[in-house]
């Protein structure tokens, strides 16, 4: 019996995913959870530590297990050869140039980052032969696959889809060859159509325009961005100077010179406001979220040209950009889009695991439940069991009676953390690790971030609501289970629920139904049978630079440690005033 483990093996966002004997995906996480280490960079994906215990959970006896990673052995080839040649010591790197080059990052810090993925394709599957030996039960490896960076976002964003057919855009910081490929996907095969190359970049410029902006894209900042971009004003100088950057020509998009990128870099320097290190360049995140997606629409408008077809699938860490993917639908001739619930680097963990099971299983069709993003680890309630010994406010309810509880406390103003089955697969909290709030009070955005998030205010919050209302609430509504895109509320409705309202009257929405999550669906239905309003405002369950929690032990830290009010793990309620 052969079992598959993928591993996103770039140097952020590690990450690995457990495939059963039919290619259905058993378990799916990213190793910044474990770790509680922000995105982890230059982490193993198969942590030595969990790997017994892992395998010991998914993998049975005598199982063989086929180990697959997220960069090509072209690739890692060609990474080696460069290791030989003293390409990657620290003393050449220390000598190139920590000016900005064509890719739009400092020559020297990408050539560090270039070490470092070669680093993570060497170390590749270690930890696994490490927990294969701990775990024992005649467990065995059965090869390790290398697949393209490219073609594992591919596999992950078409095979995870509804679609029978679609066009499939990927755009990222880098790949093997440039930093965007297009993949055509027909009767379950993917079929590469063109392949971008060269050292330009859209998820690079992105990161630069956020550290201009006085944020810092190795910390992942590029979030801000989009939230800030709403209220900026689109500066006429500052879109020059970054049109300088790059250039849309016959449906082809190129870019500038190394001594271009960094004039422009200079002179947007220039022009920076003295506070933009505390409180952010507005006007730039809105002329460099414009930028971008003027870049992606070339690309978008490529992919309709190259494939035909009407549906879209976006994958890499630009489909991130849900501002952007809320446009996206009806542009081009594109009627439907699926973005996946980890379309950056994480997600590649699943990608290459299905390409090695594909391989192996000729004419194999993925079953669509594997589109679930709760793919994660549980929660123990083992130290809440030991806290009712001494925490008078802890209450074991069952899960209806937190549910009811839990809509209560959302209903009369307070937050509440909330801890459900597994955790989502992907950057973001879709109602099994979440922090809610009632979305009516106004200041009800202030209040979460000075109590718990403790993070800038121009951040905004999300919405989840019931899918069979969506309609009533969004302007051409579109069904977003992953939290991706951001719609435009219809105006008549923006009064009523202002904290999730964002400055250009936009919400990044999770469609929630029943079948996908029954526990968080009954939630929302119970706050709205309350309130007439079927909608929580929702944020991760963490505070900013932390990862999503990864235990009991985690909540229970940030309850007492925070402005929570209650926290509901499982069956459990925990709160601040007694029962």
Same mark, same amino acid.
């Given at each position: ?34 770790? !509680? ?13 969990? @790997?017994?215990?892992?395998? #010991? ?15 090509? !052995?072209?690739? #890692? ?14 003393? /050449? ?55 393209? *960076? ?66 810092? !894209? ?15 004003? =689109?500066? %006429? ?34 022009? =920076? ?15 460099? !979220?414009?930028?971008?997606?003027? @870049? ?50 994480? $997600?590649?963990?699943? &990608? ?40 008078? =406010? ?26 459900? $089955?597994?955790?989502?697969? &992907?950057?973001?909290?879709? &109602? ?13 955005? /202030? ?17 989840? +609501?019931?899918?069979? *209302? ?48 029954? %526990? ?35 909540? +229970? ?23």
């Amino acid at each position: 019996m052969r079992y598959y483990l993928g591993l996103a093996t770039t140097f952020h966002d590690p990450a690995l995913a457990i495939l059963g004997p039919d290619g259905e995906v058993l378990f799916a996480e990213a190793a910044e959870r474990p770790l !509680q280490y922000k995105r982890a960079p230059n982490c193993e994906p198969d942590l030595a530590p969990r @790997m017994a215990s892992l395998l #010991s959970r998914w993998v049975p006896d005598e199982a063989e297990i086929v180990v697959a990673t997220s960069w090509s !052995q072209e690739f #890692s080839s060609f990474l080696d050869g460069s290791a030989r040649t003293g390409a990657f010591r620290a003393e /050449a790197i220390a000598a190139l140039s920590p000016e900005l080059n064509r890719s739009f990052v400092p020559e020297r810090s990408e050539r560090a980052l270039i070490a470092s993925l070669h680093l993570q394709q060497r170390r590749a599957g270690l930890g696994t032969l490490i927990g294969i030996d701990r775990a024992g039960g005649g467990r065995s490896f059965a090869g390790l696959r290398r697949y393209g *960076h490219h073609l594992s976002h591919a596999a992950y964003g078409c095979w995870s889809s509804p679609f029978e057919e679609a066009a499939c855009l990927v755009v990222d910081g880098m790949g093997e060859t440039g930093a965007s490929a297009l993949y055509g996907y027909e009767d379950g095969r993917l079929r590469e159509l063109k392949r971008h190359r060269g050292r330009g970049s859209v998820g690079f410029f992105f990161g630069l325009v956020t550290d201009l902006a006085g944020f810092d !894209q190795a910390a992942g900042e590029e979030w801000k961005i989009m939230g800030l971009a709403p209220y900026g004003r =689109r500066d %006429p100088e500052l879109m020059a100077l970054l049109r300088r950057l790059y250039a849309v020509d016959g449906g082809r998009l190129a870019f500038a010179d190394a001594e271009t990128v960094r004039a422009v870099a200079a002179a947007i320097l220039a022009r =920076r406001p003295a506070d933009a290190g505390v409180l952010g360049w507005a006007d730039l995140a809105r002329c460099g !979220q414009d930028a971008f997606e003027e @870049m992606m629409d070339a690309l978008v408008a490529q992919a309709r040209a190259l494939s035909g077809s009407g549906n879209l699938v976006l994958a890499g860490g630009c489909a991130l950009n849900s501002s952007f993917n809320g446009k996206a639908v009806g542009r081009h001739g594109f009627d439907r889009l699926h973005v996946p619930s980890a379309p950056a680097d994480d $997600g590649n963990a699943i &990608g290459a695991a299905w390409l090695a099971y594909a391989a192996d299983h000729p004419g194999w069709r993925p079953a669509r439940v594997a589109a679930s993003p709760y793919l994660g680890s549980t929660v123990s309630t083992e130290p809440l069991e030991r806290m009712t010994a001494w925490e008078p =406010r802890l209450r074991r309810l069952g899960h209806d009676g937190v549910t009811a509880a839990a809509a209560e406390i959302l209903a009369d103003g307070k937050l509440v953390g909330w801890v459900q $089955g597994r955790a989502e697969f &992907g950057p973001r909290a879709l &109602g099994n690790r979440s922090i809610l709030a009632d979305p009516r009070p106004a200041d009800a955005k /202030a209040l979460l971030n000075a109590k718990v998030k403790y993070r800038e205010a121009f951040r905004p919050f999300a919405p989840s +609501i019931l899918a069979e *209302h969506g309609s009533d609430w969004f302007e051409s509504y579109q069904d977003s289970p992953y939290m991706e895109r951001t719609l435009v509320w219809r105006p008549e409705m923006r009064s009523r629920v202002p904290a999730v309202v964002h400055e250009d009257g936009t919400g990044r929405l999770q469609s929630v139904t029943a079948a996908r999550n029954r %526990p968080y669906a009954a939630l929302i239905r119970a706050f709205a049978e309350r309130t007439g309003v079927p909608i929580l405002l929702n944020t991760s369950f963490n505070v900013m630079g932390k990862p999503i929690l990864h235990t009991a032990e985690d909540a +229970i830290l940030m309850f007492y440690t925070t402005g929570l009010d209650a926290i509901a793990v499982e069956d459990w309620l925990l709160t601040k005033q007694g029962p």
